[in-house]
């Protein structure tokens, strides 16, 4: 089982850098994601569309790709404390810490596009590989 972030998935439905690594991780195995990560991908699709790199309509398509991603929603509430701890401990946004709560839950690792969120495996011991580049 492989956590997946929003900054991969968006990659799934917008041509960015890395797309092609995105797309080829929905079949390495079982992904999954806490539940907000349909929330922030939309998120950055609402981005696109402020930047006219998407039409309105394209990006209510593509959250509907999105939704029917193979990505297990988990409920937050498991990880929720543990996240909060996280973000304390690591100065770093709580909703990146939900993936890596998540991914120390389960027994595996957080695969992210995302270069910040990347870096956190190297800040401590106990987290080494716990949070995985896309292109690396």
């Not at 092609?20 to 922030?40: D, T």
């Not at 991603?69 to 909703?95: F, G, T």
């Not at 993936?99 to 992210?112: F, K, M, N, P, S």
Request: charged share 20%; net charge negative.
């Amino acid at each position: 089982m492989i956590v997946v972030d929003a900054s991969v998935a968006v990659k799934w439905v917008v041509q960015e850098p890395d797309s092609a690594a995105a797309e080829a991780l929905r079949f390495a195995g079982e992904l999954i994601a806490p539940e907000n990560w349909l929330v922030e991908a939309a998120n950055a699709l609402w981005k696109y569309v402020v930047r006219r790199q998407l039409s309105a309509p394209q990006a209510e398509q593509r959250l509907l790709e999105l939704r029917a991603a193979p990505v297990i929603a988990s409920a937050i509430d498991p990880d929720i404390h543990s996240a909060l701890q996280l973000a304390i401990d690591l100065n770093h946004p709580i909703y990146d810490c939900l993936y890596l709560a998540l991914a120390i839950r389960l027994g595996t690792h957080v695969v992210t596009a995302d270069r910040r969120f990347a870096a956190l495996s190297g800040r401590r011991a106990d987290l080494d590989g716990r949070v995985r580049s896309l292109t690396l």
